[in-house]
C-alpha cells in the first residue's frame, strides 16, 4: 500500500493503483525490495526468460506482424495460446510484438500461428481477406545461414 509504480518511461502511479490495473490487465507485477532486489515476480513460467528473449529476437528480428519495422528492443512477446488457458511459454507459442500491433491483435480478429517452417505468420479477419491467406513480415533482415 506505500509507495509507487514504475510505468516504464511514462510516469509513477501509487501502489494500489497499479495492482488494479495490473489485475484487470492479467499482468504479473514484481515486487521489489528496499535494494531494488526481486523478491516475488509472480508465476515465473507466464513470463519469458532472458534466453528464450534473445531466441525470439534472433528467430522474428522484430515486430513480427506484416509490415511493421519496429526493432526487438521495441517489442514484447506475445502467448499465441494464451497463458491463462494453457499455453506454454516457449519459442513454439511465442511471437515479439510491437505495443501496437500486439493490442490489434488482441481486438480485431487477426490470428497468429507458427508455420511448419517454425516462423510466425499471421492470418487476417475475413473482412480483410475472405481467404485469410497467412501474411508475414519481409521487413527484417533475416539471419544469413552457415551452409
Same mark, same amino acid.
Given at each position: /500500500?506505500? &509507495?509507487?509504480?514504475?510505468?516504464? @518511461?511514462? /510516469? ?7 495492482? #488494479?490495473?495490473a489485475c484487470d490487465a492479467m499482468i504479473i507485477p ?12 509472480? $508465476? +515465473?513460467?507466464? =513470463?519469458?526468460?532472458? &534466453?528464450? *528473449?534473445?531466441?525470439?529476437?534472433? !528467430?522474428? *528480428? ?5 509490415? %511493421? ?11 499465441? $495460446?494464451?497463458?491463462? @488457458?494453457?499455453?506454454?511459454? @516457449? =519459442?513454439?507459442?511465442? #511471437? +515479439?510484438? %510491437? ?9 480485431? /480478429?487477426?490470428?497468429? *500461428? ?11 479477419? #475475413?473482412?480483410?481477406?475472405?481467404? *485469410?491467406?497467412? !501474411?508475414?513480415?519481409? =521487413? ?8
Open positions: /500500500g506505500i &509507495g509507487k509504480a514504475t510505468l516504464g @518511461d511514462t /510516469g509513477t502511479m501509487t501502489a494500489a493503483e497499479a495492482r #488494479v490495473h514484481a515486487v521489489l525490495g528496499a535494494k531494488s532486489e526481486p523478491l516475488n515476480l509472480g $508465476r +515465473l513460467r507466464r =513470463l519469458i526468460s532472458a &534466453g528464450l *528473449r534473445r531466441a525470439l529476437f534472433l !528467430r522474428d *528480428r522484430g515486430c513480427a506482424f506484416p509490415g %511493421c519495422h519496429r526493432p526487438p528492443r521495441h517489442c514484447q512477446g506475445h502467448h499465441i $495460446r494464451h497463458w491463462a @488457458d494453457g499455453g506454454p511459454t @516457449d =519459442l513454439t507459442n511465442l #511471437v +515479439l510484438m %510491437c505495443a501496437h500491433h500486439h493490442r490489434l491483435l488482441h481486438r480485431s /480478429g487477426w490470428e497468429v *500461428r507458427i508455420a511448419a517452417d517454425g516462423l510466425p505468420e499471421f492470418l487476417p479477419p #475475413v473482412f480483410i481477406d475472405r481467404r *485469410r491467406r497467412p !501474411r508475414r513480415n519481409n =521487413l527484417h533482415e533475416p539471419l544469413p545461414f552457415a551452409a
